[in-house]
């Protein structure tokens, strides 16, 4: 077995790894952009014409935003992931090729459009066998993807092999107990298991208790008045918080009259998406809709649709201090909406910043959790007198807990373990303890 990995081997972008199942042919799992610190061109630097699938783990643009470029490094093959994913993953990239790139929209559709022919969705579950691009090879391999509790969409994968060994890449793993997506189940074998380590060293909140985290933030800033802002991805964690948000709501814990604003067209068209796979949702999540609720579009919710409303919004928060609740991308605060927020809002006292996700290295997100006395947005220099919160039970990752728990319930014991998507003390760590325990760890 040989794998190269072009990314994401040991930082938390640029997810990309190449598994040999012949000597001559490969399958590609995930394509992804880097970010924060991990920033490098965009090009593909690496051969493609050994490549005979592209696997995709799920839709966040650290796992798919080199796709484009790999179409125009010559790859040719089928772009395999669930139906989901497939719905969402032309979403994400057409966000990012314009606010990262500026590309017109001429150009944006054109490429999209080759992605949607390439795409070909797997049920979670079967088995598809993979074969070379040109009929002619017997190399061939199966692939097989499975629930990794991520977001909406999201797999992690078994390739099985010719010798019938079995190869386990995770993608993202998700948090245990969340209530809207069911948690991951850990396949029967992985001879060789390739598992994130994003929080190989730490443990996350409890998730049950994160809604009432979020209800102390929310009460405080209340009472002292000023915009609540929550800078989140759209994919995952914006409707996860949208999800706790009506249960407050719901149980008369927030005022009825404070204004929840969803201000991310693109976290916008995502939620719709998760609304209409509801069958995905965990066991909470669907009991919730035979209440006949609402959990993800409830009337509290304002949405925000264009940058004129936008730009309005923010100078009349700016003005007036009025209470209210802010959910915009970007995650990383690296672009998007909530920098307008930002520049507006930080030198204000009264404003809370809540993050709910991973800010990695070099951005802005992980600049403001440091509470530093000022900071640069797009050339200003910015006063940042704001409250700065960290809740980490609103993690889509797996942490340490989760990561040992899905590896210990594997039935077959794996030969050998590769901790990858980790910065290094994360999977130092986690190899440590995996040690520990009799795992071999390469």
């Known amino acids: 077995m040989k794998v190269i990995h072009h990314g994401g081997k040991d930082t938390v972008t640029g997810s990309c790894h190449e598994l040999f199942y012949s000597p001559k042919r490969s399958v590609l799992i995930d394509c992804g952009q880097f970010q924060g610190e991990d920033v490098k061109p965009l090009a593909i630097r690496f051969p493609v014409h050994q490549i005979s699938t592209l696997i995709i783990t799920h839709a966040h643009i650290d796992h798919i935003g080199r796709l484009p470029w790999l179409l125009a490094a010559g790859y040719s093959g089928p772009i395999y992931c669930t139906a989901a994913t497939a719905e969402l993953m032309p979403l994400m990239l057409d966000d990012g090729l314009k606010l990262q790139l500026g590309m017109k929209r001429s150009n944006r559709e054109s490429i999209l459009a080759l992605v949607k022919r390439r795409i070909k969705t797997i049920d979670y579950g079967r088995w598809q066998r993979v074969s070379a691009k040109d009929g002619v090879s017997k190399d061939y391999c199966y692939i097989r993807l499975n629930p990794a509790g991520h977001i909406l969409g999201s797999a992690y994968v078994e390739i099985k092999l010719s010798d ?21 189940i850990s396949p029967q074998r992985a001879d060789y298991l390739f ?16 809604s ?5 933030i929310i009460t405080r800033s209340l009472r002292d008045g000023g915009t609540i802002l929550i800078p989140a991805f759209s994919v995952g964690r914006t409707q996860e918080l949208l999800f706790d948000i009506e249960q407050l709501i719901y149980q008369s814990e927030l005022e009825a009259d404070i204004p929840i604003i969803l201000d991310s067209p693109m976290a916008q068209k995502v939620t719709k998406s998760y609304r209409r796979f509801k069958k995905l949702w965990g066991k909470e999540a669907k009991q919730k809709i035979s209440q006949g609720r609402h959990p993800l ?40 909406r909530i920098v307008g927020y930002l520049k507006a809002l930080l030198s204000d006292k009264r404003t809370d910043i809540v993050f709910a ?7 802005l997100g992980q ?4 509470r530093p006395e000022r ?10 007198k704001a409250q700065i919160h960290t809740m980490s039970g609103y993690s889509a990752h ?14 077959v014991k794996p030969q050998e373990i590769h901790l990858i998507h980790g910065e290094f003390d994360a999977q130092l760590t986690f190899a440590n303890e995996l040690v520990a325990k009799d795992y071999s760890v390469v």
């Open 398 to 411: 797996a942490d340490n807990r989760d990561l040992h728990a899905f590896v210990d319930e594997i039935e």
């Open 297 to 336: 579009a409830f009337k509290q919710c304002i949405q925000i649709d264009n940058y004129p409303s936008h730009q309005r919004l923010v100078n009349r928060l700016a003005s007036s201090g009025e209470p209210a609740i802010v959910v915009a991308a970007s995650g990383m605060c690296e672009g998007g």
């Open 357 to 363: 996700g991973y800010q990695a290295k070099g951005t």
């Open 164 to 184: 019938d060994s079995i190869v386990v890449f995770t993608g993202d793993l998700g948090a245990s107990n969340t209530p809207l997506l069911p948690d991951p």
């Open 212 to 216: 009432s985290r979020l209800k102390e």
């Open 367 to 370: 600049t403001l959790q440091s």
């Open 375 to 384: 900071v640069w947005i797009d050339g200003d220099e910015i006063e940042v």
């Open 195 to 210: 598992i994130e380590s994003t929080y190989g060293n730490r443990c996350h909140e409890d998730v049950k208790s994160r």
